[in-house]
């Protein structure tokens, strides 16, 4: 009851906010020209602003009990002012209230001032600023306010609502200013058409801002999953309000190229435009109405990459990482796109050389048909019901380290030890295994596809269940170990020196505690410090270790931390030498799984190590930049002397530091 009487009172002040804007943009252009003095549309347009900014004040109201009592779990306080004014002093969306609460008194009182003052351009333009200033304050509570890059988000949500205001608000002056076609004379006929022409030339740039600053708000709710378009509820409402929003542009496009211009006609064509114009209009007013239901809903919807596809209902997916290498595919794809053009170049050709029924509909629907399906059909996939689930289990070194384990333990005689497909049972086998290593399968199919196949097995048994021999952490383990493998592989082209620019190698996050006291994870190092991860064996280790602990000063002087991780257990009396005197942190808790995770990360291009066991490097070095990349990578017995020259090492730091962001950080979970 509560979540509905908010979504009510959240409608109610959206909606004459936008009234109120666009009323008085509408107004504004009609005064600058000349139109409005002296008509009755005009009079009962600001008629209706006082009522307007009172459902404003009112809406707020109302928003502010609903969602006290949301947020304080207590339904009763939606009519509790002692628990209204806690939430105003102590929440930050109090805050952002109580400023729209004044903003929307000043437009109130702008309001009063309008409706009994002479018509002036410069008044509506006033008042209609005014209008706007509690919805971009609105827009500070909404979800694009807690993205990241917020202010960027903000402005576009911010932007979309203003041009929606100017349309959605200018509508009903639009109605009203059609139905004086009916009685008045030819010259208000005439008239009339200038004014809608107006603000047809008007309609289409505020249009266009609508669509864009639209799509970015959408794709930035909806992320690179486009799934939770038909998944889940916010990408229906997204459909839903889509849809709508094409039939009123189809409207619109009727208003201004037919109806409009007719006014200026003869004086039955006039009368016939009129009357198409006036039923039309109210239409798209109902729509529009309807639109912006769909749209206050929208916006309280949990956003489709926060909203959980625990079930896909549908067989299949689109995918074209999975299917654009088969050239088949590639080939289907760009025949059905071609049938798609033609199939529109025939419908405006058909408008314009005004062709006949089959020229300009049937034949232009058949291709379209047939290119959709064409296009479409090839990038299909199988599906399964927890294809979009998300993971659980973050993607960090315990969990990549059990998930070694489990590989190990029960995967190795099929798949291989390193997951290449050729373990010793593979060529038994009536289906030969996949290469998980080389081959780029963890990125063309999505992490509930394995996690599927994990717990219900594949190929009619050929690869076993482990539904019930693993836990559900454990699958997603084993998953997590898969996705880092092939990671490792593909950081072969990793050397000493950094890419400039080019971050792309998103590493998994580790917690540690280290000799001196001091622990954390790599998270903690975002924003802040590159990272040189050190993982070394001992004795082996020895002099490199000293290298580093003379040049440690400068390191961390370039705004680096020096991280030593041992890969293998230490007798208490050889890491106590070790650490003797040490400058910067080595790892005593948390060891074992960084090395176990961060060894995948072995490979180079001169030593590619893709079969047996795989040989493990006694000592290897990582150069991880502020943001969470893995930019450059030292190992010994593959790059040479590499690092031992601290001049190339501080080379690579410095290089680092004078980067921007380039990427977001990487996420916590593999996809």
């Known amino acids: 009851m509560i979540e509905a009487a908010g979504a009510l009172f959240r409608c109610l002040q959206l909606a004459s906010s936008m009234l109120l804007i666009g009323g008085c943009v509408f107004l504004a252009i009609a005064e600058q020209k000349g139109f409005a003095p002296g008509h009755t549309w005009a009079i009962r347009l600001k008629q209706t602003f006082p009522w307007l900014a009172g459902t404003l004040l009112l809406g707020l109201f109302g928003l502010l009990a609903t969602t006290t009592a949301q947020a304080t779990g207590v339904p009763e306080n939606a009519w509790n002012p002692q628990a209204w004014l806690d939430f105003l002093q102590k929440t930050r969306i109090g805050l952002i209230w109580t400023l729209r609460a004044i903003s929307s008194l000043i437009v109130l009182v702008i ?76 010259d208000d006929r005439t008239q009339a058409g200038k004014m809608l022409n107006r603000f047809s ?50 409207i619109a496009s009727r208003a201004k190229s037919v109806w409009v211009p007719s006014l200026k006609q003869s004086p039955d064509t006039a009368a016939v435009g009129g009357r198409k114009l006036r039923t039309w209009v109210r239409i798209e007013f109902v729509l529009a109405t309807i639109l912006v239901i769909v749209a206050t809903l929208l916006a309280s919807a949990v956003p489709a990459k926060h909203d959980i596809i625990d079930n896909w209902p549908y067989p299949f997916r689109f995918s074209i990482d999975a299917t654009w290498g088969d050239w088949l595919v590639r080939v289907i794809v760009l025949a059905g796109l071609v049938l798609l053009i033609i199939a529109g170049t025939m419908i405006l050709l058909g408008r314009k050389k005004q062709w006949g029924t089959s020229g300009r509909i049937t034949v232009p629907t058949i291709l379209g048909i047939l290119g959709l399906g064409a296009t479409l059909y090839p990038l299909s996939v199988q599906s399964y019901p927890e294809t979009y689930r998300k993971t659980p289990v973050p993607f960090d070194s315990i969990s990549i380290a059990n998930g070694v384990e ?129 993982l070394f064996s001992w004795p082996e280790s020895r002099v490199r270790l000293d290298q580093l602990r003379a040049a440690a000063t400068m390191i961390t002087g370039m705004n680096t931390t020096i991280l030593a991780v041992p890969m293998t257990d230490l007798p208490p009396n050889e890491l106590a030498a070790i650490v003797r005197d040490m400058p910067f942190p080595v790892v005593t808790q948390g060891a074992r799984e960084i090395s176990s995770s961060y060894a995948l990360f072995r490979r180079t291009l001169s030593i590619p190590d893709l079969f047996g066991e795989g040989t493990r490097p006694k000592h290897l070095e990582f150069l991880i930049d502020r943001f969470g990349y893995l930019r450059a990578r030292w190992i010994p017995n593959g790059d040479g002397s590499g690092w031992t020259d601290t001049t190339l090492l501080t080379q690579q730091i410095t290089q680092l530091n004078q980067e921007r962001e380039i990427l977001p950080p990487p996420g916590d979970h593999v996809h």
């Open 111 to 186: 309001v009063l001032y309008v409706r009994i003052s002479p018509p002036a351009h410069w008044r509506y333009v006033i008042c209609a600023s005014a209008a706007a200033l509690p919805v971009v304050l609105g827009s500070l509570a909404s979800h694009s306010a807690a993205e990241e890059q917020a202010v960027l988000a903000t402005v576009a949500y911010a932007l979309h609502l203003i041009t929606a205001s100017v349309w959605f608000g200018g509508l009903p002056g639009v109605i009203l200013v059609a139905f004086t076609t009916t009685t008045e004379s030819t």
């Open 201 to 250: 030339a008007l309609a289409l740039p505020t249009m266009i801002a609508i669509v864009v600053s639209g799509l970015v708000v959408a794709n930035r709710m909806i992320d690179t999953n486009y799934a939770g378009l038909v998944a889940t509820t916010y990408g229906w409402l997204l459909m839903a309000k889509l849809t709508l929003l094409a039939i009123i542009l189809v």
């Open 406 to 534: 489990l590989f190990t333990a029960n995967c190795i005689p099929c798949h291989g030890p390193q997951a290449k497909g050729n373990g010793v049972l593979a060529k038994t086998l009536p289906k030969q295994p996949v290469d998980l290593l080389t081959e780029p399968h963890t990125a063309m199919h999505t992490a509930g596809d394995f996690f599927h196949w994990l717990t219900y097995g594949r190929f009619n048994g050929i690869m076993p269940a482990f539904g019930e021999k693993f836990s559900e952490e454990e699958r997603w383990d084993l998953l997590n170990f898969l996705h880092a493998n092939s990671r490792g592989y593909q950081s072969r082209i990793i050397t000493p020196r950094i890419l400039p620019e080019q971050p792309f190698m998103a590493t998994p996050n580790f917690s540690y505690t280290a000799h001196d006291g001091s622990s954390g994870t790599l998270k903690d190092f975002r924003g802040k410090q590159d990272l040189l991860l050190v």
